[in-house]
């Protein structure tokens, strides 16, 4: 399995290599070869070469089997002209280039740190909701323009656009986790405003068809946001268009306590994605302080979602487990009477 | 002071009735003259006209001093065309006519409620924030169509639209109302991918420089919804577009745990509109059950904001806190330990 390597910017060269060292562990366990090679992205990509996403580095990802992804972003970039800073410049068009139009968001609490959150450990203990964000269409591949207003000031205008064809691809896979899952699926919009919402909920209505052993029900956005907060274990699988689901996907991370945990895999093309949701901390970058357990848990879905790997995504899945409940963690998720450990050794445990 | 009144649907009817009696009540301590005149208004207004916002609603709206909501909808009126949904047939061309740009929403723990909160007692006990929402503007006001795609199926169209006056206006009220508070306001955007988040962006920053004492920092609308949740306290004022603030003002209520709580003032126009936040629960309607202090409170930030009536609106405000205190709850905040009371009877309380 060649797999792509971009470390990103902060303390993404720091964790990318931690997953590295547990898939080869794994590879060595249940004999399988990966082979790496890695690229530039982001800030880093910026620096060398004058543009966050160089066309080496596409290439890279579009002959390889899967991506894994650290993080991009800092403020040594922030003033860049927004086409050149790493989130835009990079992260948007990179999701577009490689036909990357479902982002799969798991929020499950660990038990060993379902006291981490801010919610009620009653609330959140067990929670383990999987929401899938619509990733390549909406506002934010929309036209974008300002104009110059007669009586003065300006005005910015941009479109938001759906397809049919978006909206089912999107929906199937919803349909399809949730099958797989506890049969149960949310469909987020704001079909009482948008027409774009009234559209994708017609798609979902239509598809469900096809699943009649799923249950599909229809949430508005808002609501969603309340529900997630009011009793967030109702949920199973949710799915949504891509503005939502970047709030709401944040949302229900935060809900865990610990984002330094959760993983992401962007789905839909050739090849596949797949990084820790966290963002590349600079401030913490190059002290061994970073937590690698989200980007290992990426590594995981790599091997269960792009390569059917279901036995050693499981075993890397079990040792995260297993090192947490004998009290190692890193700084980010320390308790009370817990061990402490910097990025390299906590990967050394697992 | 003449006060239109639009029951609505649902628990309508019932909770605004009780804010009338304590207005009246608070009128004969501080020798104030109210004059009410109810009309109708969503599903009621249909049922009874065939619209949910009849002209002659308007009209009364138009030549009141303020207008008092109790709440619409309900799944009577949920198979209409959108136009004659209370909602969309409503409450934003109501919006709209009466010019009502600024949505108000407190979200403010009561220390006697602070254990209702899903969320970790000493995460919101305290809590204290006012979201302003944009109210006429965006994705809700924008060009909305359909198109038939060639190859089949469909595409939704839609715009978001602002201008640098519809901007400024709202913002103009964020940094004065951060001035009577903690002087600090929170723009939220999307700045790294959307071009009205840019323009936004740079009209509150240019307002910033006429509120100097005024503390200004700008926050992704995705790292707001997490942050509401992990420390929701960081935050005095925000101000944000239409859509966003829907998503996180319901986001913010639902952190202090009792939206039977919240009030909400829209202003702007010549006349402002008062609304509990919560909905119509046409579930518990016609028998006593619902809490009126919604609207109650909401009649307190009319008589603060609308009349410059500071002591009335603090008596009001006072009476509920201490009913709180002496143990009194409706169901949807009963506590082990305390007193359950009827809407008509927790009126009578306050
Ligand atoms: C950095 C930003 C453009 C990006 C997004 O909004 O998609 C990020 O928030 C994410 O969720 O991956
Ligand atoms: C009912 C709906 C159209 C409305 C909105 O989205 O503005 C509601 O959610 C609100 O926040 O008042």
Redesign the interface.
């Known amino acids: 399995h060649k797999i792509a390597l971009l470390p990103g910017d902060g303390i993404g060269p720091e964790i990318v290599p931690q997953a590295v060292r547990v898939l080869e562990a794994v590879g060595k366990k249940f004999n399988l070869e990966f082979q790496f090679e890695t690229a530039l992205i982001g800030g880093a990509a910026y620096d060398a070469t004058g543009h966050p996403l160089p066309e080496a580095t596409l290439e890279l990802c579009r002959r390889s089997d899967a991506i894994l992804l650290g993080a991009v972003g800092g403020p040594k970039w922030d003033n860049l002209e ?1 086409d050149l ?1 790493p ?2 410049g990079a992260l ?1 068009p990179l999701r577009k280039e490689l036909g990357l139009y479902a982002n799969l968001r798991p929020a499950a609490v660990n038990p060993a740190l379902a006291s981490a959150s ?3 450990e009653e ?1 959140v203990s067990g929670l383990d909701i999987m929401i899938i964000r619509e990733l390549t269409g909406g ?2 591949f ?1 036209q ?3 104009e110059e ?1 007669p009586g ?14 978006e909206i089912e691809r999107v929906a199937r896979l919803g349909f399809e986790m949730a099958r797989k899952r506890n049969k149960r699926l949310m469909s987020v919009d ?1 079909a ?5 919402s ?2 994708w909920r017609e798609v979902v209505q239509e598809l469900a068809k096809e699943y009649p052993d799923v249950e599909l029900n229809h949430m508005y ?3 969603c ?2 529900q997630l ?3 967030p274990k109702q949920f199973d699988v949710m799915v949504t268009e891509n ?2 689901g ?6 229900a ?3 865990t306590g610990s ?1 330094g945990m959760l993983p992401s895999a962007s789905i839909g093309g050739e090849v596949a994605l797949y990084e820790p949701i966290h963002g590349s901390a600079p401030d913490i970058a190059g002290k061994n302080l970073a937590n690698p357990i989200a980007t290992i848990l990426s590594a995981a879905m790599m091997l269960r979602v792009s390569f059917g790997l279901e036995e050693p995504a499981a075993s890397i899945e079990g040792a995260v487990a297993k090192v947490l409940e004998q009290g190692y963690r890193t700084g980010d998720i320390m308790q009370p009477g817990q061990k402490q450990l910097g990025t390299v050794e906590m990967t050394e445990a697992i």
Chains 1, 2 share one sequence.
């Open positions: 927004p800073r989130e835009r948007l801010t919610l009620k609330i506002l934010y929309g974008k323009h300002r207003l003065g000031g300006q005005k910015a205008v941009e479109t938001l656009e759906y397809s049919t064809g704001k009482n405003v948008l027409e774009s009234r559209l956005v808002d609501n946001a309340m907060v009011r009793n503005m939502f970047d709030i709401l996907t944040d949302l991370s935060q809900l984002i």
